[in-house]
């Protein structure tokens, strides 16, 4: 969790900050081991009007880290999240989260995802200092990134039940995640700013930053850290009603690598560098009515992704190695959620990828200009209390794969349930 909070919260997250808010130093005595133990069950009925194949081919619209895919299993859970609802009943991983207090100086977090099939993933196990001087903290270990707005959310901390398509295809479904250090800085303004800066490992992450071991075929990466981010937010009074964030993030990747299969013939690799930039912004409004009947939420990104690279690999053409390979690709989500009534939510959401969306090298038949895909989204959710909810969504897509185009209508619907204590979420 994140213990830097605007000044306008709402009431409903002012005890936001208790999780790593940290503790007066205590002279010559412990601090009681008291951590917070939570379960976190989720599970989706999925239906479309593509045999149920439809959610899979979002991860393979023709965009340029879609279709031009990496050499991993796609069938595999990073990070506990699934590539792809099957037809019919789904049970998505289940995640069990510890923290809490570690003594006076430092809190910790464990989050572990376990799929249906009983595999384990660690999403998230990260130390974060309470007591530093100038609004200072450190966080250790391997956890979400702070860029953007919806990267560092669980999905039980989502107002739909699947990801953005600007997530999805530009950093996948686990958004940006990896092990590293993180330090931001809260300075004591009169409104709300926070920096910060991150360096991670650069090899954990699904779209960017890629682990890339495949032998000889590619040169050898640089040291490690080759990831780097930083990122600010910043929030103005607006009282206790209304609150606004507006946020920009950057990144930069070191020795990227990725082994292609699509696209030109033969299998091929390329090595370089990338660069991602956001900007973010949310809008909260708390009507006073219980149980959050009257209130808004509106959150919106953008996302650009450029990746400058080298063709260091190919399989049945040599000569076009060092060739360079351009990609760049953008997308963008806006969402909103209005309480109907107590304990009831509906919500809109447009999110697409694609409206650039190019591949560029020194020869005409290799460059490439892909098309746009897009989504309209509508959910509404039953809160049945603060620890568990039900959702039903319907979705149109209008999707690029490959040659062609295709529109299909998704149905979902979502239980999630949390056993026992757990944090406050971020604003």
């Known amino acids: 969790m994140d213990s830097h909070k605007p000044q306008a919260l709402l009431p409903a997250l002012a005890g936001a900050a208790a999780l790593f808010a940290g503790t007066p130093a205590l002279a010559d005595s412990e601090l009681p081991l008291d951590p917070k133990l939570s379960v976190i069950l989720d599970g989706v009925y999925y239906d479309d009007s593509v045999d149920g194949g439809g959610d899979a081919m979002l991860g393979e ?3 340029i ?22 037809q019919g009943f789904n049970l998505r991983h289940t995640e069990v989260v510890l923290s809490g207090g570690i003594d006076a100086l430092f809190d910790a977090r464990l ?12 999403e998230e196990a990260f130390v974060a200092s309470t007591g530093l001087p100038a609004g200072l903290r450190i966080k250790a270990g391997k956890f979400y990134s702070g860029i953007g707005y919806n990267n560092d959310k669980h999905p039980h901390d989502w107002d739909f039940v699947d990801q953005n398509l600007a997530y999805r295809t ?7 995640s990896d092990t590293g250090l993180q330090l931001t800085w809260l300075p004591a303004w009169d409104h709300y700013t926070l920096f910060g800066i991150e360096a991670f490992q650069g090899d954990n992450n ?28 910043w929030s103005p009074d607006l009282g206790h009603d209304h609150a606004l964030q507006l946020g920009a ?7 990227h690598q990725e082994l292609h299969h699509h696209g030109e013939p033969g299998e091929h690799g390329v090595d370089g560098d990338a660069r991602l930039y956001g900007i973010d912004a ?55 959620t209005y309480g109907i009534a107590p304990r009831w939510e509906l919500g809109l959401r447009y999110d697409a990828v694609g409206f650039t969306n190019e591949k560029r090298g020194p020869r005409p038949a290799v460059n490439a200009d892909y098309d746009e895909s897009e989504r309209w989204t509508a959910a509404a959710t039953w809160h049945l209390s603060e620890t568990s909810r039900i959702r039903a969504q319907v979705a149109q897509v209008s999707g690029a794969f490959d040659d062609h185009r295709e529109d299909y209508t998704q149905f979902y619907l979502q239980y999630q349930m949390s056993l026992g204590a757990h944090g406050a979420h971020s604003f």
Request: glycine share 12%; aromatic share 10%; proline share 2%.
């Open 65 to 86: 880290f879609a279709a031009h895919g990496h050499d991993h299993d796609h069938d595999h859970d990073h990070g506990g999240h699934q590539h792809g609802l099957e």
């Open 282 to 336: 949310v809008y909260k409004y708390d009507s006073g009515q219980g149980y959050g009947k009257g209130d808004w939420r509106v959150s919106g990104e953008y996302l650009w992704v450029e990746k400058d690279l080298e063709v260091a690999h190919h399989a049945s053409n040599p000569d076009v190695i060092g060739e360079a390979r351009d990609f760049t690709e953008d997308g963008l989500y806006v969402q909103a």
């Open 206 to 233: 699904e779209r960017l930053g890629t682990e890339a071991e495949h032998g000889d075929e590619l040169p050898a990466r640089d040291k490690a850290p080759r990831l780097w981010t930083a990122f600010a937010k």
């Open 170 to 176: 530009l950093l996948g479904d686990h958004g940006l």
């Open 249 to 255: 993030s950057a990144a930069f990747f070191r020795s």
């Open 61 to 63: 619209t023709a965009g």
């Open 111 to 122: 989050n572990v995802a376990i799929s249906d099939e009983g595999d384990v993933e660690l």
